[in-house]
């Protein structure tokens, strides 16, 4: 009887390790459209961030995409790849939270949160205010 306990603890215990390690959110990832490729890490302030590595129509008019529609005018003429679009999350259990998320597509930050759903799939959810109030696209884990 001490033999299954005690194999029964030992397979638990492996089973949380492996949920674990399937919720890490570092490496690449598609966007909801799969124009973009995101890279998420973790820096040395033990934050998630994410930027920009690969765009799938990269060139407009034969020059590098930049962020055109950036409220500060400063900003407008930075390229869009190396855009660090994710930034400031904290781990919280499961999920990711208390970062921002910037779309280069109309210039703005919204606070997000971070699900991961298996190994493969993040919910990302971008919202103003309260979580009720946004939306959730579905980022799907890819290679470098």
Same mark, same amino acid.
């Given at each position: 009887?001490?033999?299954?306990?005690?194999?029964?603890i030992?397979?638990?215990?492996?089973?949380?390790?492996?949920?674990?390690?399937a919720?890490?959110?570092?490496?690449?990832w598609?966007?909801?459209?799969?124009?973009?490729?995101?890279?998420?890490?973790?820096a040395?302030?033990?934050?998630?961030?994410? $930027?920009?590595?690969?765009?799938? +129509?990269?060139?407009?008019?034969?020059? /590098? !995409?930049?962020? @055109?529609?950036? =409220?500060?005018?400063?900003?407008?003429?930075?390229?869009?790849?190396?855009?660090?679009?994710?930034?400031?999350?904290? $781990?919280?259990?499961?999920?990711? +939270?208390?970062?921002?998320?910037?779309? /280069? !597509?109309?210039? @703005?930050?919204? =606070?997000?949160?971070?699900?991961?759903?298996?190994?493969?799939?993040?919910?990302?959810?971008?919202?103003?205010?309260i979580?009720?109030?946004?939306?959730?696209?579905?980022?799907?884990?890819?290679?470098?």
């Amino acid at each position: 009887m001490l033999r299954k306990i005690s194999l029964l603890i030992t397979l638990s215990f492996l089973f949380l390790i492996g949920s674990a390690k399937a919720q890490e959110i570092n490496g690449y990832w598609y966007n909801d459209v799969k124009d973009a490729k995101i890279e998420i890490f973790k820096a040395t302030d033990g934050k998630y961030y994410g $930027k920009i590595v690969w765009l799938k +129509e990269p060139n407009r008019d034969g020059q /590098p !995409k930049v962020d @055109k529609f950036n =409220s500060n005018s400063k900003l407008k003429t930075r390229p869009i790849m190396g855009l660090h679009i994710l930034s400031g999350f904290k $781990k919280s259990g499961s999920t990711y +939270e208390d970062g921002t998320i910037y779309d /280069p !597509k109309n210039g @703005k930050s919204y =606070s997000c949160k971070i699900t991961p759903d298996g190994n493969d799939k993040l919910n990302i959810r971008g919202y103003v205010g309260i979580s009720l109030l946004g939306r959730t696209t579905v980022w799907t884990r890819t290679t470098k």
